[in-house]
């Protein structure tokens, strides 16, 4: 068991990130990350492109070693307790730590309410409420119960591409995972959907430890507590949102975020 670390709100880091290093065959996209994540906190995870956000959020629930010739060096601890230690199983870790990926993939053979319920199927991990509530319980939190209760047994793949997001925050939240990664979760998507994907993070916050990514720094600003930024495979900066945006203490940080690269 690793020392839980306490974060600036006085409470324990959900996950505790260690010299974190990953590879894709010989390239290394990950130099070094140390990086302690609240919880129950919203931490925005900004940089350009191939900078390693999304590497790193892959690596807290071992996505990233399933690429091929893809390799992680360094700690992880969620809880204090070591994700890639040998006795723990990758496929219960991702029902801990859930992810939504850009853009949105609704299984296409699936109603509305087997796509909630998939995850659950998969895994023989049926709730103690009931798959009823939990599909009611798992869309209401999506913000998206109003919009399709009427329409359960049609395809996922009929609804809008902002719904199809949003009912892939709601098979992601039915195993009800301590964590959610969301890797530009709105990148596909306009305006309208894309405030409705925010408010379903903001009204998931005091549940649920939330790391988003995005290249929006607007989104950032407007959703987290926390911003960390990653430049060539390295952490640069983080710290309280709107410190990190207003006074950077690195200059690169500045750059990125006065818009001089990026």
Known sequence: MAAVEVGPSGEPAKFVA????????????????SLDIPARRVLAVIGPSGCGKTTFIRCLNRMHELAP??????????DGADIYGQTVDPVRLR???GMVFREPNPFPSMSVRDNVLAGLRLTGALPRAGLDETLERSLRRAAL????????NHPGVGLSEGQQQRLCI????????????????????????TARIEDVIGALEPS?????????????ARVSEQTAFFLSGELIEVGETGRVFTSPRDSRTEDYITGKFG
Do not use: N, Y
Request: a negative charge; aromatic letters at 6%.
């Open 69 to 78: 010739d893809a390799r992680v060096d360094g700690r992880i601890w969620l």
């Open 95 to 97: 029902r801990r730590v």
């Open 208 to 220: 649920c430890t939330i790391v988003v990514v995005t290249h929006s720094l607007q989104q950032a």
């Open 18 to 33: 260690r010299d974190v290093s990953a590879w894709f065959g010989e390239q290394r996209v990950l130099r070094g990350i």
């Open 145 to 152: 119960w109003d919009e399709v209760k009427d329409r359960l």
């Open 170 to 193: 709601a098979r992601a939240l039915a195993v009800d995972p301590d964590v959610l990664l969301m890797d530009e979760p709105c990148s596909a998507l306009d305006p309208v959907a």
